[in-house]
């Protein structure tokens, strides 16, 4: 039984940082994408960060320049750096774990098969 433990959500004013963490439990080998989607009332969840186990790393427009996503394979753990946050970051962010290459071909669109709990992160101006 794969489970995806989120941590490091929390409050912080607009410009600050946050870093999240996410270590998948339960898996036989290693994941081909981990990363994370966000979600705001009444909203899909959307794909922000996504890292492939090639190294490959995909970003959704709304946080390019500003979130670094990175992975340590061996210890299948995947952080997501915030930094320059804004309000409109506001969200429960959400780890994300795939076993399929496929992931590989749409990144922040693939229906992905593990999910965390969320850690919900609030910016205030």
């Known amino acids: 039984q794969v489970h995806l433990g989120e941590f490091g959500g929390g409050s912080v004013q607009a410009g600050g940082s946050l870093r999240l963490s996410c270590v998948a439990s339960g898996y036989t080998g290693s994941p081909y994408c981990m990363g994370w989607f966000r979600q705001t009332p009444g909203k899909e969840r959307k794909g922000i960060a996504i890292?492939?186990?090639?190294?490959?790393?995909t970003y959704a427009d709304s946080v390019k320049g500003r979130f670094a996503i990175s992975q340590d394979n061996a210890k299948r753990t995947v952080f997501l750096q915030m930094n320059s946050l804004k309000p409109e970051d506001t969200a429960m962010y959400y780890c994300?774990?795939?076993?399929?290459?496929?992931?590989?071909?749409?990144?922040?669109?693939?229906?992905?098969?593990?999910w965390g709990q969320g850690t919900r992160v609030t910016v205030s101006s």
């Open positions: 890292s492939g186990s090639d190294g490959s790393t």
């Open positions: 994300v774990a795939e076993s399929s290459w496929s992931c590989r071909l749409n990144p922040l669109k693939y229906n992905y098969n593990y």
